[in-house]
């Protein structure tokens, strides 16, 4: 089945440490994007890339990289510069970031937990 | 830079009513709006894409309509079913920029 795969489900991290967030997608999609969910609140843009070996920063960028090194693959560290990255992040993609080609379909989220 | 507002924030009514979630945007020049579920603990469901040339799109029991000028959407829900009970998240591009999202509505359905 064609889709988004986020890998793990849950994650937890302990301070000072870095942690990347997998995200898969087998759709032949061009654009891909990180977004985060806090509680009570709507999602918010971390990074987004609209081809490969290209990327953008979003709202929220500070304290997280990613990388797109292949078509199907737009990994997120979340680095230890980041101060509060308890969160649950998700994964989308979409044909293009621009104009009508922007239907997004997500994965289902990775769980992140500072202990 | 587009901004996008839902309200109310929370909603309950009992089974079998009918319903309307509202979206409001600032930037009429919209590319795209689309209306999502979430359950909870889980990623976005997409259910209706409307198209800047479009009015609205029928889904089932879901009805989404698009009014550009006045800078809102909504998404109505007939027969309401406890099944019904989760986040509805509206979301909207213009320009080249990615989707932008409200904050979402969390609806219960009361059996």
């Known amino acids: 089945d064609g889709g988004i795969t986020q890998s793990p489900k849950y994650l937890f991290r302990k301070e000072g440490q870095n942690v990347t967030l997998s995200c898969e997608q087998n759709?032949?999609?061009?654009?891909m994007y990180w977004y985060r969910q806090d509680p009570g609140q709507g999602l918010r843009l971390i990074y987004y890339?609209?081809?490969?070996?290209?990327?953008q920063k979003g709202d929220i960028a500070e304290g997280y990289s990613v990388s797109r090194e292949k078509k199907e693959s737009f990994p997120l560290t979340v680095t230890s510069a980041q101060k509060n990255p308890t969160a649950f992040y998700l994964c989308?993609?979409?044909?293009?970031?621009?104009?009508?080609?922007?239907?997004?379909?997500f994965g289902q989220g990775t769980r992140l937990t500072v202990v | 830079k587009q901004e996008v507002t839902q309200i109310p924030a929370a909603l309950s009514v009992p089974e079998g009513e009918n319903l309307v979630l509202n979206c409001s945007f600032t930037?009429?020049?919209?590319?795209?709006l689309q209306w999502f579920r979430q359950d909870p603990g889980k990623g976005l469901t997409s259910l209706l894409l409307?198209?800047?040339?479009?009015r609205e799109q029928t889904s089932g029991r879901l009805n989404a309509s698009l009014d550009k000028s006045s800078g809102r959407s909504t998404l109505y829900i007939a027969a309401s079913q406890p099944g019904d009970s989760a986040t509805y998240l509206c979301?909207?591009?213009?320009?080249?920029?990615?989707?932008?999202f409200g904050k979402g509505t969390r609806l219960s359905v009361i059996a």
């Open positions: 989308a993609s979409s044909i293009g970031t621009g104009g009508l080609n922007t239907e997004a379909f």
């Open positions: 759709l032949n999609h061009d654009a």
């Open positions: 890339s609209q081809i490969v070996n290209d990327f």
């Open positions: 930037d009429s020049a919209i590319y795209n």
């Open positions: 409307i198209q800047s040339s479009q």
């Open positions: 979301a909207a591009n213009s320009g080249n920029t990615p989707l932008v």
